[in-house]
Each structure stands twice: as structure tokens, then as C-alpha cells.
């Protein structure tokens, strides 16, 4: 019974995380970073590469059951949620800033230990801020994006780089590597892609592949780097994500500005206030979850 509700933590969390992962604006690793997995995550992904074989074990039957989930949510997304990104882009751009509103502060509380008497360090909650805010003022300058179904070794190497950079900023919390592949022009071509091989049309399986290689490339050359400013440096870093998360509010709205068919940034007058109350409502429900998984593993 304990392994099954394991089994089905992990993929719930995996679910969640790439839900997040697969819209501009949030982050999966904000997600894991809420429901206290985002340490265990990091280190599991830097076991498989560096640890001894009862670690990388241990790492890789976490993460498999982190990926099914994730996986799973990540088709869902890529076959309904991205439609109604772009049937109601104001009412999702509503509930994700309710969302990361709401989050902030659990975050603070939760590294309260932390961040006390750390409060030198706030300047790098401003560096994070700054930092995604000229991200997402980059991804209103790019195209609709780039053509991918011309395979030469340019589209190759600019689609794999472009790959190992944003899984970068798919696990850090407050930045959201879909926006990256927005400023690479890359977001639309890709969810494309992705939604043409679920359909069963495998002339996208090569390109799906460099990306996917891409991804396995920025997983093993930064996640280093993560754990070991987590291990060292952690107010700097838990104010930087912070910073990340205050900015990806400006990033959510400009995010109807990014459709295929850009639409007018979200003001007050297009914010709905019923879909930024389930955004809390949905952040409640995901620390209830987390104090499930906590009280299971007493």
C-alpha cells in the first residue's frame, strides 16, 4: 500500500511539474519547489550522473516515476491545454498570476531558516527579477518561429542548443524554459511537433529527437550547478528564485502577446478574477497534497 501511494505521489508531482513546463509564463520546478520535492529532484538527476550504483538505483526509480507523470501531462498539454492557451489565454494568464501570488510567501516561509538574517541577499531577489523580466522583453521581439521541417545541420545544432538551455529553465522555479523556446522562436514549432508524432506522423521524430538529445545535454551540464549553489550558496539562491518568481508575474502578462496571433497584453480590465481565485484554490490544494505526502512519510 505504501508503494502504491508512492507510486502515485510521484506521478502526481511529475503531472503537475509538466503542466507547468509546457506553457510560457511558469515553471515546472516552481511546482516541485512548492510541493518540497525540488531538492530530492535535483539531487536524483545529479546522482544518475555522478553517484555510486545503489544511488543512481535509487535516483532512477524516482525519476522514472517522476517522468511517467510528467510524461503523461506533458501530452495532455501538448493535445488540450495548448488550444485553450489560445482560446482563453486572459482566464489561464489569471490563474497562474493568483498562482505564483499566493506562492511567494509559502516559499518565504518555507526557507524562512534561510533566508533570517540573510537580508544582504535580497539584492539577487532583484537580479532574478530583472533576469526574467528581460527574458520575456527578448520573446516579444522573436517570430512565430522557426521552420524545423527543413532538417539541415544548422536546424540541428541551433535546436539542440536551444533544447539544453531551456530544460535549464525548466527546473529552476520562477522561470519557464517554454519562454525561452519563445525567444528562440522554437515554442510553437516544437508543441507542433510534438502534437504531429502523437498523431502518429513520425516525419517529426528526428527533429523530436535532437531536441530530446538537447535536453539530456543541459540536464547533465547544469543541474551541477544547481545543487551545488543549493548546497552553498542557498539564501542566494532561494531569494534569486524569489526575484525569478516576482518577475515571471510581468512574463504571465505578456503571454497573450506570444500566440501565434498576438493579442493585447493582460491589464485590469481583461484580468478575470474568478480563474485568479482557482489559482489558489489550485495552490491549496497542491500544499494539501504535499502535507499528504509528508504525513505518509512519517
Known amino acids: 500500500m505504501k508503494k502504491i501511494k508512492e507510486l502515485l505521489m510521484n506521478f502526481i508531482q511529475g503531472f503537475c511539474m509538466a503542466l507547468a513546463d509546457s506553457v510560457p509564463g511558469v515553471s515546472g520546478g516552481t511546482i516541485a519547489f512548492l510541493l518540497g520535492f525540488y531538492d ?35 501530452c495532455i498539454s501538448a493535445t488540450i491545454l495548448s488550444n485553450l492557451f489560445h482560446t482563453q489565454i486572459y482566464a489561464m494568464s ?72 531551456a530544460i535549464s529553465a525548466m527546473v529552476l522555479p520562477g522561470i519557464s524554459g517554454s519562454t525561452l523556446l519563445l525567444i528562440f522562436g522554437l ?52 531569494y534569486t528564485i524569489i526575484g525569478m518568481m516576482i518577475g515571471s508575474l510581468y512574463s504571465i502578462t505578456q503571454g497573450p502577446t506570444t500566440l501565434s496571433e498576438p493579442q493585447a497584453a493582460m491589464n485590469f480590465s481583461t484580468f478575470n478574477f474568478l480563474f485568479f481565485i482557482i489559482g489558489i484554490l489550485i495552490l491549496v490544494a497542491l500544499q494539501a497534497l504535499r502535507h499528504f505526502a509528508d504525513k505518509k512519510e512519517i
Open 40 to 74: 530530492k529532484f535535483i539531487t536524483s538527476l545529479d546522482k544518475i550522473v555522478r553517484g555510486n550504483i545503489e544511488e543512481k538505483k535509487s535516483a532512477l526509480k524516482f525519476l522514472i516515476k517522476l517522468g511517467i507523470g510528467w510524461a503523461i501531462g506533458f
Open 94 to 165: 489569471s490563474l497562474f498570476i493568483g498562482f505564483i501570488i499566493f506562492a511567494i510567501p509559502i516559499v518565504i516561509y518555507e526557507e524562512k531558516n534561510t533566508l533570517r538574517n540573510k537580508y544582504q541577499h535580497i539584492i539577487f531577489t532583484i537580479i532574478g527579477a530583472i533576469f526574467v523580466i528581460s527574458i520575456t522583453l527578448l520573446s516579444s521581439h522573436t517570430s512565430d518561429g522557426i521552420n524545423i521541417t527543413n532538417l539541415n545541420l544548422w536546424t540541428i545544432i541551433y535546436v539542440f542548443i536551444s533544447a539544453a538551455i
Open 187 to 238: 515554442y510553437i514549432p516544437i508543441m507542433n511537433a510534438i502534437k504531429e508524432f502523437l498523431h502518429l506522423n513520425f516525419s517529426y521524430f528526428p527533429i523530436l529527437l535532437v531536441f530530446g538529445l538537447g535536453i539530456i545535454a543541459g540536464i547533465l551540464l547544469f543541474i551541477r550547478l544547481i545543487k551545488h549553489c543549493l548546497e552553498k550558496y542557498r539564501s542566494q539562491t532561494i
